[in-house]
Nanobody, 122 residues
Framework: EAQFVESGGGLVQAGESLRLSCTAS????????IGWFRQAPGKEREGVAC????????VYTDSAKGRFNISRDNAKNTVYLQMDNLKPEDTAVYSC???????????????WGQGTQVTVSS
């Protein structure tokens, strides 16, 4: 089954950092874009950042700009999300998925993983 496997979440205090990993299982993401998403309790899932596997082109939502950094290791079929200066409002389940392009829209992604929980205490 083609899907992503996310890891790296945990419980941290405000101001601390986490590095999330997203590894493709059952397929390779060569030539496609990988997006990170998050869903907080009682809220809809929202896009956070995406990266194009070919040239590293990235897009960030306003909530992620300046604090989060998305990167990829094509050899490992893995995408990372470095999150610095975490805030309580970043608390959510973070997951990733793949699409053909990286842009400011967040529809049409596939191969969702189970996600990894990030909890930020104040």
């Amino acid at each position: 089954e083609a899907q992503f496997v996310e890891s790296g979440g945990g419980l941290v205090q405000a101001g601390e950092s986490l590095r999330l990993s997203c590894t493709a299982s059952g397929f390779t993401f060569d030539g496609r874009a990988i997006g990170w998403f998050r869903q907080a309790p009682g809220k809809e899932r929202e896009g956070v950042a995406c990266i194009l596997s070919t040239d590293g082109y990235t897009v960030y939502t306003d909530s992620a700009k300046g604090r989060f950094n998305i990167s990829r290791d094509n050899a490992k079929n893995t995408v990372y999300l470095q999150m610095d200066n975490l805030k309580p409002e970043d608390t959510a389940v973070y997951s990733c998925a793949v699409r053909a392009w990286c842009g400011t829209s967040w529809w049409g992604y596939a191969y969702w993983g189970q996600g990894t929980q990030v909890t930020v205490s104040s």
